[in-house]
């Protein structure tokens, strides 16, 4: 009854708001019409008022239509095209710029909560806090929209909104940019995910859209009669102390590194050499594996038509609508970050036939799962391995909510959810969770990583996600998403009228010889924001080389963590776009898993200070190396990643995190390479190196690599850069840094013949002739780093920017026999952007989506062959954001104004087209449009920086568009 009542005194309140008639209302209405939104109705529900917690008269985010979602209580939603094409000049800006107030009117012809059919007239009203009680002009619907109430919730029915905006009050606060918590796109097909071989068409990861809420990843396969939800749940791995109770994440039981010294005088006396005394084992490494398939069965469905599914990338909710008979059914999943939970809905016109909801888990042995049905509730319980006192024990619970359904428990231990006549909808929440502690991986709790038992864990957050309507549920999910998915918008125009045309046809159609789609290339980068808000939040793990979906009980690569570019990758569009809090997940990860298990690592192995990982980590601390030297030893793994703990304290400027949580990190960076390097003792140059090292996956055992002297270039200089800000008083530690920067080989080399080198060893060596090698690891400083484009200043530097150039054109287009990897293409199309070459950057963009990425938007390792892996869908997300702006930190040296391009490299395929929400260093946010050639034309800030530091906003011709 709840909504009901809040209903009802929602429309007493606009009526006692309004305090005038109808018509009054509309003559006020008498301004030219300078913006037209044309709401589109797509799911009505009862929802909070506006803003959900603080009653409805101020919506202080300044998004109308986020705004317009969810404040009338009923009213969700979908802004279309014409909202899109309208709005390119009218933003409300100015930090007091206020939606005052915002509501619907409803006019039935029955008595409300009988079903009847309503007008609906919405308005909003815009001014300053101070304004609130004055007259204000109100924005007005045109065309009232057709409602149908039922069981005091609103179904929907074509409700069709036009709200007109006319006042010139808003238009003094309307200049550029667009307004919106998202419009961003969606996938669809008209027949179901299939679960077919991998190698096939039908299979899963080929054909699924995912959901997730950080923790948990779902995909929903199958028809109706038997659709299926492939179930993951982020901690659960084999391997670990979960397996062998002594596991000690790879490090040896007794020290190695009395073998460095004979190992570094080998390498720096013969140029090259091995390492193999401080190699080790992957021993009980593990795997992140599949949870199971939730089972919703529908045997009285029989056959069906009109099946249509999609993925809204507005709202992050799944939906399939079919037919079935007299009746249209409509299914609704979506995994809810607020409530932990991942919701199925389903509802039908017709009264609801009876569902069966179960689990399953077809790849692992019985004996170790048991499925218990009682109550409304269907449970699954289980164990990684056979030896219930120390495999990892998992559970997943299913329930209704809601709903005067009766259930029962089949013999098969079914819940089977019997809806009553008068039934039309229902909803079950899951829950899953498994006993993996991330906060015990350390010496003090015996580096157990053992929590605490999941089986009672799920029961309550099910049962307290039961206790709220779905409605909320729903609302409470939308609230969440859209804030994340809304922060930034990627306007491309449609210029094939792609949105028309079925996902998997635009794949097929996609030629990167020919124009490209600019509609396909945009949906792939609002996919790419929401696998990474589904896979990657503050209480989840990071977001692992399968994001968050696994079908397997051994995935590839154990979906484990490769710290060599594949999870840098994976966040490379986190901070350019607004989805700092999917970090969270990353700088928690490191700090409970790296940093205690990899002290020890650096001691045992190096004899150092503070902590090392290498390539492959799982969820348990590996932290020492596996077997081969070439992909395994890689020690560079921290100092990489140590980019991204720079970036989010440049991006956000929160010096409290940065004391707290990043610098910590940092500076245990810092101190190992400190104690590590070595005076190059091989061209007796007096500079420092590091000995010995492997460039990622290719070449000899040696010297400065330059990759790794990039590296820790960009750890010297945050080092040097943020110690005062945070307040560092470890005056020693600052000299060493300082004196062993100054001393630095910086990584920047040339080949013979005009490129960069990756080992410091001469050419005469062999090592760096052109290759078309998959990693481009010597070209990190270029990008996504900035020793080389910033501080070595290369980006204005034609020796430097034609050396990447030739380095580029010998690496290749990234389709080598060593792999045809999506990851391997967006990178190389991140470094053309970053070159201005437009026209080389949307080429290789072209090439790895229509080589890599199948059906269902999912990039594939070797073309589109599996496995799965999300980091190119990431990667996509970087390749697109270094096309539209070269935003470089400068060095601590460097006091002066910084520049930032805009439109380093937008095609003309891309004309006319517009961002908003794009992040810049200093806590900057900005909105910007271009012209029909890419050039952008015009730039507005939409906060003010944080930062001392003056920036320049320019275009690509140099024209200076706005300052900060
Ligand atoms: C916003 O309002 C506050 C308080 O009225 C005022 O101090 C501030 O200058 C205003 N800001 C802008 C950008 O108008
Ligand atoms: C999920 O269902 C598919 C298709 O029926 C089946 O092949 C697979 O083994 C199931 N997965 C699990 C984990 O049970
Ligand atoms: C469970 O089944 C497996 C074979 O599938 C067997 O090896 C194992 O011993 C069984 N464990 C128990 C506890 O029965
Ligand atoms: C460009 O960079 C190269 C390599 O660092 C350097 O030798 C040269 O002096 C730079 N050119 C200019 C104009 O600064």
Redesign the pocket.
């Known amino acids: 009854m709840e909504n009901l009542k809040s209903l009802f005194i929602f429309l007493l309140s606009i009526l006692f708001l309004s305090g005038t008639a109808d018509a009054g209302w509309r003559e006020e209405c008498n301004f030219g019409g300078n913006a037209q939104f044309n709401i589109i109705h797509a799911r009505p529900y009862l929802s909070t008022l506006c803003p959900s917690s603080t009653g409805r008269q101020i919506c202080t985010i300044l998004d109308l239509s986020y705004c317009l979602m969810n404040s009338h209580g009923h009213l969700i939603a979908t802004i279309n095209g014409h909202f899109e094409r309208s709005c390119k000049d009218c933003r409300l800006t100015g930090a007091n710029a206020t939606i005052l107030s915002c509501g619907c009117r409803m006019f039935g012809k029955n008595a409300p909560y009988q079903a009847t059919e309503v007008d609906l007239e919405c308005f909003i009203t815009i001014g300053q806090p101070g304004d609130m009680g004055k007259p204000l002009p109100r924005l007005w619907n045109k065309d009232p929209g057709s409602m149908l109430f039922s069981h005091g919730a609103i179904e929907g029915r074509k409700a069709f909104t036009l709200l007109e905006m006319k006042s010139t009050l808003v238009a003094a606060f309307i200049v550029g940019g667009c307004l919106g918590p998202s419009n961003a796109k969606s996938l669809w097909s008209r027949s179901p995910a299939g ?1 077919g071989p991998d190698n096939s068409n039908e299979y899963l990861l080929k054909t699924g859209y995912p959901v997730g809420n950080g923790k948990l990843g779902v995909i929903s396969f199958g028809a109706p009669v038997s659709e ?1 939800l ?1 179930l993951n749940v982020d901690s659960l791995w084999s391997g670990g102390p979960f397996e062998s109770s002594d596991y000690s994440g790879g490090n040896p039981t007794e020290s190695k590194h009395s073998a460095l010294p004979e190992i570094r005088a080998a390498i720096f006396r013969d140029g090259t050499g091995g390492l193999s005394p401080l190699l080790g084992a992957g021993e009980h490494y593990g795997s992140n594996r ?1 949870l ?2 939730v089972t919703i069965n529908i045997p009285e469905l029989g056959s069906y038509s009109d099946y249509k599914r999609s993925l809204d990338l507005k709202i992050g909710v799944h939906t399939t609508q079919f037919t079935s008979g007299e009746a249209e059914l409509t299914t609704s999943l979506f995994c809810s970050y607020p409530d932990q939970v991942c919701i199925y809905h389903i509802k039908s016109t017709s009264a609801l036939p009876t569902v069966a909801v179960g689990f ?4 692992t042995s019985q004996n170790l799962t048991t499925v218990t049905c009682k109550g409304n509730s269907v449970q699954l319980t289980g164990y990684t391995h056979a030896d219930p006192s120390q495999g990892m024990k998992f559970s997943a619970v299913a329930r209704t909510l809601g709903g005067s359904a009766s259930t029962s428990c089949s013999d098969s231990g079914h819940l089977v959810i019997r809806p009553s006549k008068a039934h039309k909808s229902q909803a079950v929440v899951i829950a899953a969770e498994t006993n993996y502690d991330q906060k015990k991986g350390n010496k003090k709790a015996g580096y157990s990583f053992r929590g605490q038992d999941p089986a009672p864990v799920v029961s309550q957050t099910a049962s307290k996600a039961a206790s709220k309507k779905f409605e909320t549920l729903y609302s409470r999910h939308l609230n969440d998403y859209q804030a994340l998915q809304g922060a930034f918008q990627l306007e491309l125009p449609d210029t094939r009228h792609s949105s028309e045309v079925e996902t998997a046809a635009l794949f097929s159609n996609y030629d990167w010889t020919g124009s490209g789609d600019p509609f396909l290339e945009s949906l792939l980068f609002d996919y790419s924001r929401h696998l990474l808000i589904s896979s990657s939040r503050d209480n989840s793990l990071p977001t692992n080389l399968l994001g968050r979906w696994t ?1 397997r009980i051994e995935s590839a690569w154990g979906a484990d963590y490769h710290a060599n570019i594949n999870l840098q990758m994976n966040y490379w569009g986190a901070e350019q776009t607004g989805l700092a809090a999917t970090e969270d997940s990353l700088w928690n990860y490191m700090q409970d898993t790296w940093v205690p298990r990899g002290t020890d690592t650096a001691k045992l192995l190096y004899d150092a200070d503070g902590w090392v990982v290498h390539n492959e980590m799982n969820i348990f601390g590996h932290t020492a190396m596996k077997e081969g030297a070439e992909w395994a030893n890689y020690p560079a793994a921290g100092a990489w990643m140590m980019q991204h703990v720079w970036d989010r304290f440049e991006y956000s400027q929160d010096i409290d995190w940065m004391r707290k949580q990043g610098y910590p990190l940092l500076k245990g960076i810092a101190q190992f390479w400190v104690s590590q390097l070595q005076e190059d003792w091989f061209f007796n140059d007096g500079t420092l190196v590091v000995n010995p090292c492997n460039s990622p996956e290719t070449g000899p055992t040696t010297f400065g690599c330059t990759h790794y002297q990039q590296l820790i270039h960009q750890v010297f200089d945050n080092i040097l850069s943020s110690a005062d800000l945070v307040g560092d008083k470890d005056k020693a530690f600052l000299r060493k840094v300082a004196t062993s920067l100054a001393r630095l080989d910086t990584g920047l080399h040339f080949t013979t013949w005009g490129g960069l080198k990756e080992w410091k060893l001469p050419d005469s060596y062999g090592y760096d002739g052109k290759s078309t090698h998959r990693h481009l690891s010597h070209l990190v400083g270029w990008y996504p780093g900035y020793s080389i484009s910033s501080y070595a200043d290369g980006y204005t530097n034609m020796t430097i920017q034609d050396a990447v150039r030739e380095t580029l054109i010998s690496r290749g287009l990234g389709n080598a026999e060593d792999a045809n990897a999506g990851w391997a293409k967006v990178w190389r199309a991140a470094c053309w952007a970053r070159l201005n070459d437009t026209e080389m950057a949307y080429k290789e963009l072209r090439y790895a989506i229509d080589t890599n990425f199948a059906d269902n938007g999912f990039s594939m390792y070797t073309a589109l062959n599996p496995p799965f892996q999300v980091d190119a869908n990431f990667g996509l997300a970087g390749a697109v954001l270094s096309m539209l702006v070269v935003d470089l930190p400068l060095s601590y040296r460097v006091n002066a104004e910084r520049t930032v391009v805009l439109g380093p490299a937008i095609p003309a395929a891309w004309g006319n087209g517009s961002v908003s929400g794009l992040r810049v260093r200093g806590g900057i946010s900005l909105d910007f449009k271009w012209d029909e050639n890419g050039v952008v034309t015009k730039a507005v800030t939409t906060s003010s920086s944080k930062s001392m530091r003056k920036i320049v906003f320019v275009n690509m011709r140099g024209e200076k568009l706005a300052e900060a």
């Open positions: 679960y299926k492939n599949v199971g398939n399953e888990n077809l790849l079908e």
